[in-house]
């Protein structure tokens, strides 16, 4: 397959756009703040890292998280504090239960599942995909507290409870702060967090590199957060040197997207075929070739368009 002038091309699953422009320009800092050499993608966790937000863990908070999960191991905590590990005072914004589950802390542990054709199947995290996590224990109206749980937009859990947990323990990131050690480090990566407490803006985070040193600058604080492990935490700078009017195949080159071929997907691109009349696929995926598992997205076959479901 030939493809010309590919310049751009956008993928969108669930129909919902996640939250990923980090525009430099638009962060204003201060003039005394601890500034930053430069703004990165995102900071990246080996599971040797910690970093400590500064923010106790607890009832009344919201945290809205841009992230992506490099490994999903037996039990992992991307935003997480507790008491310690004889209470249930959890507060767990963002973890892997194990094996790709979702899960949520508050107080006791909740593993979640959904009904799907009278069969309870576990709602599972992807590896590699970027997600946008908002996590919320608001306090009703009533003195209860809402718990509720979002990504990329679809309700994974909304349940009122009437207890007001506490960990007393401040929240890391990349690890969970339980009984004030780290425990469940994971490896993960950070486009960017938000923290509020009681409807306040408390931490708004962003990656970043102070003298060679990976973190995330705090626009609340104006100081930049590191981890406290003894290991430093790896920054992504692919900002490309140049842009390109397009980029061309010429039958033996690929790129592996990093998306999965699932329903629930929709993609744009603008490209010209420099090659028809066989068989020839930009955008597709298929389980194998013996099964009707196509996911051909923009394809063409003798001369004309083609749709693979």
């Not at 799907?116 to 997600?131: K, P, T």
Request: charged share 25%.
């Amino acid at each position: 397959m030939k493809v010309l002038f590919v310049k751009w091309l956008s993928i969108v699953q669930r129909s919902l756009r996640m939250s990923v422009t980090l525009l430099v320009a638009g962060i204003i800092l201060p003039l005394f703040a601890e500034q930053p050499d430069k703004f990165v993608r995102f900071v990246e966790s080996t599971g040797e890292q910690a970093v400590d937000v500064g923010v106790t863990g607890r009832y009344g908070m919201r945290a809205e998280i841009s992230m992506q999960w490099m490994e999903l191991g037996g039990d992992d905590a991307f935003l997480d504090a507790r008491g310690s590990t004889s209470t249930d005072s959890r507060i767990f914004f963002c973890h892997n239960s194990g094996n790709g589950i979702i899960g949520l802390g508050y107080g006791a542990y909740w593993k979640y599942t959904t009904k799907i054709d009278s069969a309870w199947i576990n709602i599972r995290w992807e590896l590699g995909r970027r997600y946008t996590v908002v996590t919320e224990f608001a306090v009703t109206d009533d003195d209860k507290v809402n718990c509720s749980l979002k990504v990329d937009g679809a309700t994974i859990t909304d349940e009122t409870v009437d207890a007001k947990i506490d960990a007393e323990r401040n929240l890391y990131l990349f690890a969970g702060n339980i009984g004030g050690t780290v425990q469940y480090p994971s490896k993960a990566r950070c486009y960017k967090l938000k923290l509020w407490q009681d409807g306040e803006l408390v931490r708004d985070l962003y990656p970043c590199v102070k003298d060679g040193r990976a973190g995330l600058y705090d626009a609340v604080s104006e100081t930049i957060l590191y981890s406290f492990t003894g290991t430093d935490l790896i920054a992504c700078d692919d900002t490309p040197d140049y842009w390109l009017d397009c980029v061309e195949a010429v039958g033996d080159t690929y790129i592996d997207t990093g998306v999965t071929g699932r329903s629930g997907t929709r993609a744009e691109a603008d490209l010209v075929w420099t090659q028809v009349g066989g068989d020839y696929s930009l955008l597709a995926a298929r389980g194998n070739a013996s099964t009707d598992s196509r996911i051909l997205m923009i394809h063409t076959y003798n001369n004309g368009m083609s749709l693979g479901y």
